[in-house]
């Protein structure tokens, strides 16, 4: 008996939708993103060793970011989701951080990390530290695929343990996780979003 074996013609990884005007230029690959969540997931496994870290990730914007990264660690990890929303549906910060769905265990005593996609005023993961803080884990690290780099902004340089890249400070990007409207999640790159 023969079986059909389909051809299936992958899109190259990098290509931009020609039919979305406003996905912009790639600002990092896919290539470059898998290369830098490696290394970041090796210091990862060196922090934390002799620990289970709790990986505390963040809804929406990291899902892509933490399920990467959790492989990129060999070691043992667990990992909780919680949801805020600090965006309404534009490109500026609402200055609000709402909890949407909250973890759903125990962290007293453990070794936090929370994932985030972006960090720019650094509003949201305060609140967070500051919420999770009040939960009296062993100690809280932070760490973000993206941070907003504080060259022409008004706001603190936000302080991060782990930073994949930093971004200019005019860009609201998209990608790899990271929406407008709840669109462009699943880019494979993260490119800039022309308003
Ligand atoms: P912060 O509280 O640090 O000012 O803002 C952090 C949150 O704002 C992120 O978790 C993300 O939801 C959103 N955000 C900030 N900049 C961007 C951006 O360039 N693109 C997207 N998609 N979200 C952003």
New binding site residues.
Partial sequence: MFVKLLAVRAKPLNSTPAADADVGPVLFSAEQIAARVQQIGGEIERDFAGSVPLVVA?LK?SVLFVSDLLRAVDAPIEVEFLAVS??GSGTK?TGV?RIGKDIDREISGRDVLIV??????????RHLKDYLGQLKPATIRTCSLLV?SPVGSEHEP?DVDYVGFEVASD????GYG???DQRYRNLPYIAEFLV
């Fill in positions: 963040i914007g600090s965006y910060s951080v985030e996609d972006i960090v720019d005023t650094g509003a949201t993961l907003r936000p860009a609201f990007v998209i990271l929406d407008h």
